[in-house]
């Protein structure tokens, strides 16, 4: 899952060298604050595992309750991150949930620029290239399905 | 304190709920642009708070389930920096 990815996208995600740091001199982006590790992404996903209908607790207060995050949402972006890591893109800064029972990750860059990784279902992710002048790409990163 | 159907002078002070994991103290930048984009539900703008209108920022906890409170922080802005 997710073992090829789109080169267009690759090239622009902030890289890391293996010991965690930043690798300026090589890389398409830097992040604007020291990067956080994948571990703690990993750990965040796994911990939305526990998301369950309503998790943010605003359901009945504006009537539509938090969709829970399902584990094949959860399976996917691990493995997406697995596979990002492998790389050696750097952690993003945020890993979030979404209220619709997605998941998302974003990197803020040194530029003031920043991306954010969106998942729409398990085998699609919106990428927002944000420019800090709000010009803002999309492109779609879609997991090859074998038939 | 202004009530709730008056109009909404530049200067005031909006609050928007900020779930946890869209909030990182002590980063550079320390909260995740995705705190402030539109949820689904969200289709007009997004849902923010006047603080005008409460006697404390923290009223708002009140519309969040009791037991789900602490994982909320809470963000001010400028009306004005929201509305460009």
Redesign the interface.
Known sequence: MWDSLKPEILARLPRSTMNGTTNGSHAPSVLASPPTNWESCLEKLQEYRSYTDDWDGQGAAFGKPAAPITGEMIDSATALATSLRRVGVSAPDWTFPGVDGTVGFEWRLGSGDSISLEFRDPTMADVFFCAADNDVEHLILTEAVTV | MKDETSPVSPDEIVVR?I?K??H?PG???SI???AFRP???ETDGI?VFRAACLNDPRDILT???S???D?YALALCRFLSCSR
Do not use: C, M, T, Y
């Open positions: 709920l779930w994991d869209f990182k980063q550079a930048v995740s642009e995705g949820k689904p539900n849902s519309v969040i389930a037991e789900k409170r994982k």
